[in-house]
Nanobody, 121 residues
Framework: QVQLVESGGGLVQAGGSLRLSCTASGRSFSSRAMGWFRQAPGKERELVAAINWIGRSTSYSDSVKGRFSISRDNAKNTVYLQMNSLKPEDTAVYYC??????????????WGQGTQVTVSS
């Protein structure tokens, strides 16, 4: 079982930056791949970034590539999403999720409660 708690969301002007954090409970964090998703009102949930268990493999959606960066600190049981050059279309609830395995893949059984990111124009 994994419990995930996100933090760091808020209101920011277009062009600004935010860093989201997700802290996991339990001793298995370092063996799990992690992902950041987002969902805007009326839109489907989107995987924006993922990272493997040791942090050497990452992937990004085309919509955030070059602006967002995912990283992790296994000693702190925490995964981060650094978001730069934010745009109004980045406005969404952002969720942290954990896989059962250490490699990036499609299924994420464990989810946080989400944190709101609002980008004003």
């Amino acid at each position: 079982q994994v419990q995930l708690v996100e933090s760091g969301g808020g209101l920011v002007q277009a062009g600004g930056s935010l860093r989201l954090s997700c802290t996991a409970s339990g001793r298995s964090f370092s063996s799990r791949a992690m992902g950041w998703f987002r969902q805007a009102p009326g839109k489907e949930r989107e995987l924006v970034a993922a990272i493997n268990w040791i942090g050497r493999s990452t992937s990004y959606s085309d919509s955030v590539k070059g602006r967002f960066s995912i990283s992790r600190d296994n000693a702190k049981n925490t995964v981060y999403l650094q978001m730069n050059s934010l745009k109004p279309e980045d406005t969404a609830v952002y969720y942290c999720a954990a896989r059962s395995s250490g490699v990036v893949g499609p299924e994420y059984p464990y989810w946080g409660q989400g944190t709101q990111v609002t980008v004003s124009s």
